[in-house]
């Protein structure tokens, strides 16, 4: 083989090497392109915003470490701009002693947003100045908002909010 056709052929090779190597980059950044659009397709039909249902484990979880059952769990109406869905729940150590100083309400209020959320906690705030003397605790979780609520010095209320803060609620003060 001469030199001029043994240089002609490694140039050859040299230009496929070169075309597959453009070739192999430009596959990559089209599927790093193209890899959010599959994700983002992919991904179920869901909201980022917690449920109010999701609040229920804590509840279920504070109740028994502040030694009370849930008696009731019924659904409220939610009368706030951006409130979703809302829960009230009715803690005692006695089922059977209904209404009592023994129980604890949890009201738990799931909203849209959390611009909503703080709105409404503004607007609660402003309406309601002495909710601290009412031995009433709130408490924020993801998009939902947790009033706990007992008769003045029931200790449980804030057993209940302790639990929560455990959990990751933070107290709105």
């Not at 109406?77 to 951006?82: I, K, L, Q, R």
């Not at 909503?116 to 924020?140: P, S």
Request: proline share 5%; charged share 15%.
């Amino acid at each position: 083989m001469s030199k001029k056709n043994k240089s002609e052929s490694d140039q050859g090779s040299k230009k496929s090497e070169s075309s597959n190597k453009a070739f192999t980059i430009i596959i990559i950044l089209c599927f790093i392109g193209v890899m959010p659009i599959l994700i983002w397709v992919s991904l179920p039909d869901s909201s980022s915003h917690t449920s109010v249902s999701t609040a229920s484990p804590m509840v279920e979880s504070a109740a028994a470490a502040a030694g009370l059952q849930i008696c009731t769990q019924e659904n409220y109406p939610v009368n706030v701009p951006g409130g979703q869905s809302a829960i009230l729940y009715q803690l005692s150590p006695d089922c059977g002693a209904l209404p009592s100083s023994t129980t604890v309400k949890v009201l738990v209020v799931g909203f849209t947003s959390t611009e909503a959320m703080n709105a409404a906690i503004v607007t609660a705030r402003n309406t309601y100045q002495n909710w601290k003397t009412l031995n009433t605790e709130v408490y924020t979780s993801g998009d939902n908002v947790l009033v706990v609520q007992g008769a003045p010095g029931n200790e449980d209320v804030q057993q209940i909010g302790a639990s929560f803060e455990g959990d990751g609620a933070v107290q709105v003060i």
